[in-house]
């Protein structure tokens, strides 16, 4: 599957990281290069008000809007590109040894037709989540969050550039509220792919 991980010109170091890494777990990847929120002087003037009344607090700052802009840019390169499934990932994502195994039982078990595939995932708690059958790790979720390793099928770029319009959160939260209900979006649980430094609930 056509692989393509999210960096910034301006990290080289994690780069050069993230590349000793995938070569170590025999993963071919090619680079998009996205925005530095900092750099490119990116800003939001939208706050949670916006769309939660009574909250201020400003969640989407310089960074987030970079990370935002970024993902979007990527999504939209890949409409371009002619394969129909896309495994996506950002700099910081943690391959196991038995990744391969275990991704292409997913691959398999995955619904035909299936919009979006978390191999990692930070959490699926707060809503509804099942097996799609007895003793499956692949899971039917309406929650999810996290972008560091996900499967996209190109048809459901679109309605995803659609609804991401709004720069009002995290845009994994944004891709799970303003998009999922949209999409059929399934999670491998335990998840595969792990971020670098990060520990999270499934």
């Excluded at 599957?1 to 993963?27: N, S, V, Y």
């Excluded at 891709?175 to 595969?192: E, G, S, W």
């Amino acid at each position: 599957m056509r692989t393509i991980c999210l960096t910034l010109p301006e990290t080289p170091e994690r780069t050069e990281r993230a590349k000793a890494h995938f070569k170590e777990r025999g993963i071919e990847v090619e680079w998009y290069w996205g925005f530095h929120g900092g750099l490119c002087g990116l800003t939001n003037r939208h706050t949670l008000k916006h769309f939660m009344p009574g909250d201020d607090h400003p969640w989407v700052d310089d960074k987030a809007v970079g990370i935002w802009m970024s993902m979007i840019g990527l999504l939209s390169a890949c409409l371009l590109l002619p394969e129909e499934y896309f495994l996506l990932l950002e700099v910081d994502a943690e391959f196991p040894e038995n990744w391969r195994e275990r991704f292409e039982l997913a691959m398999y078990q995955v619904p035909k037709g299936f919009d979006l595939l978390y191999i990692g995932n930070g959490s699926t708690l707060g809503g509804h989540r099942e097996p799609i059958a007895p003793g499956s790790t692949v899971y039917k979720v309406e929650k999810c969050t996290c972008t560091h390793a996900y499967v996209v099928a190109k048809k459901s770029i679109p309605t995803i550039l659609l609804h991401l319009r709004h720069f009002w959160t995290a845009v994994d939260l944004a891709l799970q509220n303003d998009c999922f209900h949209y999409l059929k979006v399934f999670a491998v649980l335990p998840r595969i792919v792990e971020q670098h430094g990060w520990t999270m609930p499934e």
